[in-house]
């Protein structure tokens, strides 16, 4: 769910363990004094030894799985622990289920897929869930349908989800909302993932990986040059110089 311009001030902290039916937090309108993707937390601090409350404005506020809108409020449809990340144009809440065997496509989640079908105008994409993604021929940055990606059937490519309901496919898109790279130069965020190397690993531990801040990667990333996918549905990618120092990323990961 997107929900523009809103105010959501947290009734719980993030990092906190939720259940179905939880209100994690309550909605209101924005004054419109913020500008697009920026956002202000404020501490309440009437109550130095209670949990301050958190209220986040955003111009793209996004609810990703196991959080609906009801009314004013935002409620926990699963059990989980709550979470906020920076997706591309919008700051996202999720509930964060460890252990969850079926993976549940939302907006903007970054995903690894394996191509099925390469037929026709679009790709059959297996992302491990109830349903395949559908990717079209020309859903990469620059491309054209004289220049576009030629992939194959097991091709892994990196991609975001842009479509998600329990009733229809997910659709995929390698077009990036924030890098303007086209697919050609192989530096465009999603794209076709070569060579390299692909395991699984819980959700959580993929979410910790998208984190800007992680330490893992920032500790490796100084010391051993290589490159890294990750998607929330618990799928890594990781691709090195070397087989050695290969073995290595993935050994610290």
């Not at 997107?2 to 309550?26: N, Q």
Request: glycine content about 8%; charged content about 25%.
């Amino acid at each position: 769910d997107l929900l523009s311009h809103s105010i959501m001030e947290l009734l719980v902290a993030l990092g906190t363990l939720v259940f179905p039916g939880d209100i994690v937090g309550r909605l209101s309108d924005a004054q419109g004094t913020e500008e697009d993707g920026e956002y202000e937390e404020e501490e309440d601090e009437e109550d130095e030894g209670a949990s301050a409350s958190t209220k986040t404005t955003l111009a793209m506020l996004r609810l990703g799985a196991g959080l609906i809108q009801d009314r004013e409020v935002v409620v926990a449809t699963r059990a989980g622990v709550l979470r906020r990340l920076a997706a591309a144009a919008a700051h996202l809440y999720t509930v964060d289920t460890p252990g969850l065997r079926c993976y549940v496509p939302s907006l903007e989640d970054p995903v690894i897929g394996v191509v099925t079908d390469a037929g026709g105008e679009n790709y059959k994409v297996d992302l491990g869930c109830h349903r395949q993604g559908t990717l079209s021929v020309l859903a990469f940055d620059g491309a054209s349908k004289r220049n576009r990606p030629r992939l194959e059937v097991g091709a892994l490519v990196y991609c975001r989800v842009v479509l998600a309901s329990r009733d229809v496919e997910p659709e995929l898109s390698c077009v990036s909302p924030t890098s303007r790279k086209e697919w050609m130069t192989g530096e465009s965020v999603f794209n076709e993932l070569k060579s390299g190397t692909l395991f699984e690993c819980s959700s959580t531990l993929c979410r910790q990986l998208l984190d800007p801040e992680c330490t893992v990667l920032k500790q490796v990333g100084a010391r051993i040059p290589f490159e890294i996918a990750v998607g929330v549905h618990g799928r890594v990618w990781v691709n090195a110089a070397s087989y050695r120092h290969l073995a290595l990323v993935c050994n610290a990961i």
